[in-house]
């Protein structure tokens, strides 16, 4: 199994009034604090083979804060939303990836033992959708097998992956995971913290 990591970082966080991405949580840039639970020291949490943080709005400046060993992969188009970003993520993965997991920049409360988790569920179930399950659904983080590749590449728009776990709901392996239904996306959610 070759698992990319693709974390969401690209938006403009206007509800947010500012650069959500590097806003401080517990003393480091969101986009730091978020991309930890994915990693171990300065490697790849076993189970995931590479990883991309994908940067749209700020990419000059997130890119600063960011470990020179993670890859960055700027989408120009970012303004077509997070559905149009993603997309353009899964058509710059490398062929012979077996599965994508995907994550967002805001998620703070992950740990690295929920993604492991999902990493887990994804090699004992190598061809389902294995999706963290919260607030009575699916959503992200969540892994992909390569058979949904195609369909991934195609969203448009500001929908994300949440059509894909619609319609594919009988091909889901379901993690709890309620803490990832905490992301910041106002000035009032980073308040809670």
Known sequence: MKTELI???AGQSQRFGGIKQLTDIYGQPMI???LSPYRQGE???QGITHGCVVLGANAA???QVLPDEVNKYVVSSWRKGMGHTLAQSILNIASDRSHVLIGLAD???LTQQMISRLLDAAKKHPTHIVAAKYRGGHGVPVIFPKQYFAELSQLTGD???KTLLLQHSQQIISIAIPEAAFDIDTPQDLKQV
């Open 107 to 109: 998620q703070i409360a």
């Open 61 to 63: 400046l997130i890119t």
């Open 7 to 9: 974390l969401l970082a």
């Open 43 to 45: 490697k790849w949490l």
């Open 32 to 34: 730091c604090h978020c």
């Open 159 to 161: 929908k994300g992956a």
